[in-house]
Nanobody
Framework: QVQLVESGGGLVQAGGSLRLSCAASGRTFSSYAMGWFRQAPGKEREFVAAIGWSDRRTYYAGSAKGRFTISRDNSKTTVYLQMNSLKPEDTAVYYC????????????????WGQGTQVTVSS
């Protein structure tokens, strides 16, 4: 069982940056691949980024490439999403997710989810 708590969301102007954090409970954090997803009002949840277990291989949605960076600190059982050059269309609730067997863009494959943190980008 893994519990995930996101933080770091807020209101930022277009072009600004935010760093989201997702703190995980449990001593087996390094055994889980981690992902970030987002859901804007009236839209379906979409994949943002994911990071693997020990090799920390990373995956990004096209909208995130070059602007967002996912990373993890296993000693702190935390995964991060650094978001730069933010755009109004990045406005959404951002969720982190964890899974012991899957890393990638399919949300339904992840077993554990956080409650989300709101990111609002003003124009």
């Amino acid at each position: 069982q893994v519990q995930l708590v996101e933080s770091g969301g807020g209101l930022v102007q277009a072009g600004g940056s935010l760093r989201l954090s997702c703190a995980a409970s449990g001593r087996t954090f390094s055994s889980y691949a981690m992902g970030w997803f987002r859901q804007a009002p009236g839209k379906e949840r979409e994949f943002v980024a994911a990071i693997g277990w020990s090799d920390r291989r990373t995956y990004y949605a096209g909208s995130a490439k070059g602007r967002f960076t996912i990373s993890r600190d296993n000693s702190k059982t935390t995964v991060y999403l650094q978001m730069n050059s933010l755009k109004p269309e990045d406005t959404a609730v951002y969720y982190c997710a964890a899974d012991a067997a899957y890393v990638g863009p399919i949300g339904a494959e992840y077993d554990y989810w956080g409650q989300g943190t709101q990111v609002t980008v003003s124009s």
